[in-house]
T-cell receptor, first 113, second 115 residues
Framework: AQSVSQHNHHVILSEAASLELGCNYSYGGTVNLFWYVQYPGQHLQLLLKYFSGDPLVKGIKGFEAEFIKSKFSFNLRKPSVQWSDTAEYFCAVTTTGRRALTFGSGTRLQVQP | EPEVTQTPSHQVTQMGQEVILRCVPISNHLYFYWYRQILGQKVEFLVSFYNNEISEKSEIFDDQFSVERPDGSNFTLKIRSTKLEDSAMYFC?????????????FGPGTRLTVT
């Protein structure tokens, strides 16, 4: 069965700092990769996804992620964070023929003004 | 923008009681899902539903759980006899079959507390 690891559980940054959140998955076959965000008091929202093609994926609100197949990684990046990016970020994966999302444990990002 | 809605937002029940959690998926979506998140743990997949039947389920989704699409808009999760360990946030999601990437849209969740 596939699994997803997010190594950073809690990240604190100052505004304008750069962000990189790690995500690694374990699965030997084809995967679809997602990053979801949950702002305080709100529901999970899709930030970006990788399905095929260009491994560098751009999402909403200036976020991007790079799929590195050889490293089984799909790290999330943003060059300059804002206070409004304070949220919990979840990496997730689906595999060929399955729609069930397997989530990582989430990373709580706190951006200080 | 269309959204997935869930009711109630918070449900408190006693151990052994039956609960029904309700969801209204996005209207043109055909795949529906339930996930749960126990406090401090990962979001876990429970079940997916398509064309009036379960298409996939996890080990968590045992005989105590059932899902139903009772009408054209609602999608429900029933827990027959709740246990303390069923206390969690339950998320409903839906996706559009026509979209190849079948991204899932989540509702705000129902917090279930079993006492």
């Amino acid at each position: 069965a596939q699994s997803v690891s997010q190594h950073n559980h809690h990240v604190i940054l100052s505004e304008a700092a750069s962000l990189e959140l790690g995500c690694n998955y374990s699965y030997g076959g084809t995967v679809n990769l997602f990053w979801y965000v949950q702002y305080p008091g709100q529901h999970l929202q899709l930030l970006l996804k990788y399905f095929s093609g260009d491994p560098l994926v751009k999402g909403i609100k200036g976020f991007e992620a790079e799929f590195i197949k050889s490293k089984f990684s799909f790290n999330l990046r943003k060059p300059s964070v804002q206070w409004s990016d304070t949220a919990e970020y979840f990496c997730a994966v689906t595999t060929t023929g399955r729609r069930a999302l397997t989530f990582g444990s989430g990373t709580r990002l706190q951006v200080q003004p | 923008e269309p959204e997935v809605t869930q009711t109630p937002s918070h449900q408190v029940t006693q151990m052994g009681q039956e609960v029904i959690l309700r969801c209204v998926p996005i209207s043109n979506h055909l795949y529906f899902y339930w996930y749960r998140q126990i406090l401090g743990q990962k979001v876990e997949f429970l079940v997916s539903f398509y064309n009036n039947e379960i298409s996939e389920k996890s080990e968590i989704f045992d005989d105590q759980f059932s899902v139903e699409r009772p009408d054209g808009s609602n999608f429900t999760l029933k827990i027959r006899s709740t246990k303390l360990e069923d206390s969690a946030m339950y998320f409903c999601a839906s996706s559009d079959e026509a979209v190849l990437t079948h991204e899932q849209y989540f509702g705000p969740g129902t917090r279930l507390t079993v006492t």
